[in-house]
């Protein structure tokens, strides 16, 4: 008689819904960094979305949608970032919950305290900044839920998600406060991004954005559009131009020719970070990290 093989097994099991769904699913990666504090020796949360991928534009595999219908809670920022997630989370059972409208959060928009609001087309003025996970207080606000509602489908661990939380919550002021005091000498030192991505972080620090470099997705800049941007960083002379991994777009390059400005990478998701107690504040050290090394050098 032929032996069957182990593997034969594993997809009798996920045939028959024999493997337990995944306990918490999020869409990307600074949720999952979240998260991971929260399950900390309980579980692993889920990512939808895969390392570097952008949550403004993706499509879901059959797979995908698979994990986001058996996943017991799902978390999302809301409909102002992921919106292709707005029709396939209609057929989910479970509870998902959309950071932007937790009670308390704090909400930004683009263009507000601004005299001017240019190159970033995928950010209109006056639409919804998303990228609230880089406000520490938001982060907590969001870890709270997600403690509250592991404790309801999972009373045995309850008091693993109060400890893991109040964990977070102690380090996390800790990275705070030493964010701070390292950025407060920075203030005013200009410098310049390819995607309006900082804001919430730039705002907890007291640091401001030069200009944003991006004619939006579809776009490619013309040599008009181009000659204003070199124009920007020759008046601001001595600067700093963050990209995002995975790679810096090539008009920094042509930008900063023969110009006293360096090139760095700002990574808002956490690309390289791995889930784990201390993942979300190593994201915002990381950023922290990032702009001082640029920022402060002589």
């Given at each position: 008689?032929?032996?069957?093989?182990?593997?034969?097994?594993?997809?009798?099991?996920?045939?028959?819904?024999?493997?337990?769904?995944?306990?918490?699913?999020?869409?990307?990666?600074?949720?999952?960094?979240?998260?991971?504090?929260?399950?900390?020796?309980?579980?692993?949360?889920?990512?939808?979305?895969?390392?570097g991928a952008s949550p403004h534009h993706f499509a879901l595999r059959p797979s995908d949608i698979r994990r986001l219908r058996?996943?017991?809670?799902?978390?999302?920022?809301?409909?102002?970032?992921?919106?292709?997630?707005?029709?396939?989370?209609?057929?989910?059972?479970?509870?998902?919950?959309?950071?932007?409208?937790l009670p308390g959060i704090s909400l930004r928009h683009f263009g507000e305290n601004q005299q001017r609001h240019e190159h970033?087309?995928?950010?209109?003025?006056?639409?919804?900044?998303?990228?609230?996970?880089?406000?520490?207080?938001?982060?907590?606000l969001i870890a709270r839920r997600m403690a509250e509602d592991l404790q309801r489908i999972d009373p045995t661990n309850s008091?693993?998600?109060?400890?893991?939380?109040?964990?977070?919550?102690?380090?996390?002021?800790?990275?705070?406060?030493?964010?701070?005091?390292?950025?407060?000498?920075?203030?005013?030192?200009?410098?310049?991004?390819?995607?309006?991505?900082?804001?919430?972080?730039?705002?907890?620090?007291?640091?401001?954005?030069?200009?944003?470099?991006?004619?939006?997705?579809?776009?490619?800049?013309?040599?008009?559009?181009?000659?204003?941007?070199?124009?920007?960083?020759?008046?601001?002379?001595?600067?700093?131009?963050?990209?995002?991994?995975?790679?810096?777009?090539?008009?920094?390059?042509?930008?900063?020719?023969?110009?006293?400005?360096?090139?760095?990478?700002?990574?808002?998701?956490?690309?390289?970070?791995?889930?784990?107690?201390?993942?979300?504040?190593?994201?915002?050290?990381?950023?922290?990290?990032?702009?001082?090394?640029?920022?402060?050098?002589?």
């Amino acid at each position: 008689m032929p032996r069957v093989r182990p593997f034969f097994f594993l997809f009798l099991m996920l045939q028959c819904g024999l493997l337990h769904a995944e306990t918490l699913l999020t869409s990307i990666k600074p949720l999952q960094l979240i998260a991971a504090a929260i399950q900390d020796g309980v579980g692993e949360p889920g990512v939808l979305l895969p390392a570097g991928a952008s949550p403004h534009h993706f499509a879901l595999r059959p797979s995908d949608i698979r994990r986001l219908r058996e996943a017991e809670l799902f978390y999302w920022i809301g409909p102002d970032l992921e919106s292709f997630l707005s029709k396939p989370l209609q057929g989910r059972e479970g509870p998902s919950i959309a950071a932007q409208e937790l009670p308390g959060i704090s909400l930004r928009h683009f263009g507000e305290n601004q005299q001017r609001h240019e190159h970033d087309h995928d950010h209109r003025e006056g639409s919804l900044d998303v990228h609230l996970w880089l406000l520490p207080q938001n982060a907590v606000l969001i870890a709270r839920r997600m403690a509250e509602d592991l404790q309801r489908i999972d009373p045995t661990n309850s008091a693993r998600y109060r400890s893991n939380l109040a964990r977070f919550k102690e380090h996390l002021s800790a990275v705070d406060q030493s964010l701070r005091e390292r950025l407060a000498g920075l203030a005013g030192k200009p410098f310049f991004v390819f995607h309006e991505t900082y804001d919430y972080f730039e705002q907890a620090y007291g640091l401001k954005h030069a200009g944003v470099f991006s004619m939006g997705s579809e776009v490619q800049p013309g040599a008009r559009q181009v000659a204003a941007m070199r124009s920007q960083l020759e008046a601001a002379g001595d600067s700093c131009v963050f990209s995002e991994p995975p790679m810096p777009p090539r008009l920094a390059q042509t930008l900063s020719q023969g110009l006293p400005v360096k090139l760095a990478e700002l990574d808002a998701l956490g690309v390289h970070i791995a889930p784990g107690p201390q993942g979300y504040a190593q994201l915002l050290e990381n950023l922290g990290n990032d702009l001082i090394d640029c920022l402060s050098r002589d």
